[in-house]
């Protein structure tokens, strides 16, 4: 994920841009003092993009690059990439921490795609195999898991803390 500084707003999203099913739901604190909420998600021109923000106050310039989307992404016919990338700032405010991030869509064969979020802190990669199977400490780490059925724009969000 690139990080601008927390000082500089992001940029305005063109209105070419792609249309956000609106969520605005609270998964949890992923790091002390900060909570994350997914906006919205969108799906088109081949990416699902995740709208994303910290709510608990900026951060010190140094303490910015620590607070980051932390999520494990598959769908039930897997995307041929894990590959993200995406952007994080302050709110046009200046009051939260918000970004995007976008991930390779899943195949048009996936009927539902799902995130499992977890704290800042974790290391989600050393607990999956590479057969996408997570191991105890991924479920046990895990805070809450965001399901998208993909043909309804529709989402469900379980919370396991």
Same mark, same amino acid.
């Given at each position: 994920?690139?990080?601008?500084?927390?000082?500089?707003?992001?940029?305005?999203?063109?209105?070419?841009?792609?249309?956000?099913?609106?969520?605005?739901?609270?998964?949890?604190?992923?790091?002390?003092?900060?909570?994350?909420?997914?906006?919205?998600?969108?799906?088109?021109?081949?990416?699902?993009?995740?709208?994303?923000?910290?709510?608990?106050?900026?951060?010190?310039?140094?303490?910015?690059? /620590?607070?980051?989307?932390? *999520? @494990?992404? #598959?769908?039930?016919?897997?995307?041929?990439?894990?590959?993200? =990338?995406? %952007?994080?700032?302050?709110?046009?405010?200046?009051?939260?921490?918000?970004?995007?991030?976008?991930?390779?869509?899943?195949? /048009?064969?996936?009927?539902? *795609? @799902?995130? #499992?979020?977890?704290?800042?802190?974790?290391?989600?990669?050393? =607990?999956? %195999?590479?057969?996408?199977?997570?191991?105890?400490?991924?479920?046990?780490?895990?805070?809450?898991?965001?399901?998208?059925?993909?043909?309804?724009?529709? *989402?469900?969000?379980?919370?396991?803390?």
């Amino acid at each position: 994920m690139v990080c601008d500084a927390p000082s500089s707003p992001l940029p305005e999203r063109p209105e070419r841009d792609c249309p956000e099913y609106a969520l605005g739901v609270d998964l949890g604190q992923v790091s002390p003092g900060h909570r994350l909420t997914v906006d919205g998600f969108c799906l088109q021109g081949g990416y699902l993009t995740l709208f994303c923000s910290f709510t608990g106050g900026v951060p010190g310039r140094w303490e910015a690059g /620590a607070l980051r989307l932390n *999520a @494990w992404y #598959d769908a039930d016919v897997s995307p041929a990439s894990q590959d993200w =990338h995406g %952007s994080i700032g302050t709110s046009e405010g200046g009051d939260r921490i918000e970004g995007t991030t976008e991930w390779e869509a899943p195949p /048009a064969a996936a009927t539902v *795609a @799902w995130f #499992d979020f977890f704290p800042v802190s974790f290391d989600t990669i050393m =607990h999956v %195999s590479k057969r996408g199977v997570p191991d105890s400490d991924y479920l046990s780490h895990r805070l809450s898991r965001l399901t998208i059925d993909l043909a309804g724009r529709t *989402a469900s969000i379980e919370l396991f803390r």
